[in-house]
């Protein structure tokens, strides 16, 4: 599934690995992992499972701070309940 997205993950694991060093101390990787998952239980809501949109949800978990993350998660559960 994650295969035509392999050349575009490369090349923006660099980047991502140098902005990971703005996350939060404040939020673990096990949190945004939770966060991650619970959303991807929601099947009806299918273009979660996009891996592109999986992906860029998941960076933007990592590069939040404070309370944006919880605000994030709170509008895409929103989102999969309507």
Excluded: G
């Excluded at 392999?6 to 923006?12: A, F, H, M, V």
């Excluded at 939060?24 to 009806?44: A, G, R």
Aim: net charge positive; glycine share 0%.
């Amino acid at each position: 599934l994650f295969n035509q997205y392999k050349i575009s993950y490369r090349n923006q694991i660099t980047t991502t690995t140098t902005n990971l060093k703005r996350l939060s101390k404040k939020l673990s990787i096990k949190t945004l992992e939770t966060i991650l998952n619970l959303l991807k239980q929601f099947h009806h809501y299918k273009q979660w499972y996009e891996p592109i949109r999986l992906y860029n949800f998941y960076v933007r978990l990592l590069l939040s701070s404070d309370n944006i993350i919880e605000k994030l998660a709170y509008q895409c559960l929103l989102k999969c309940y309507q």
